[in-house]
């Protein structure tokens, strides 16, 4: 089940996606599962360094996760410290989020585009 999310993204956010190779597009989700991971742990991270603060200590400047803000739906699902699973939702739950972050990406890429040239 969570494959066939991943895949479902990776036909969204990767060109020519449904023209490669059943061996080209398991690697494709791979890659697709990797920067998922790289993302949520890098909103992990800058979430916990913000509620980690304790109140009266002088504030650090760090700069943010460039997509803190469009993960702060994984709020919802994260728990801190957790040692069993960081989501807690049911699967449906879950592919709506990743494909929301899907679409926000090719946004992204879409502005980042228009902007170099």
Known sequence: MKNNAFAAVAAVVVPNYDNMTEAKQREAVQVVQKRWRTA???Y???RNKVKNTKS???AKKYKTYIFY???KFLDQVMELNST???????NKT???HVIVLANQRLELQNVLQE???
Request: aromatic share 8%.
């Open 84 to 90: 069993e699973t960081n989501f807690d939702c049911t």
């Open 40 to 42: 949520r742990d890098a």
């Open 115 to 117: 902007q170099i040239q």
């Open 94 to 96: 879950w592919m709506r």
């Open 69 to 71: 803000d469009n993960l």
């Open 56 to 58: 009266g200590q002088a």
């Open 44 to 46: 992990r991270r800058d």
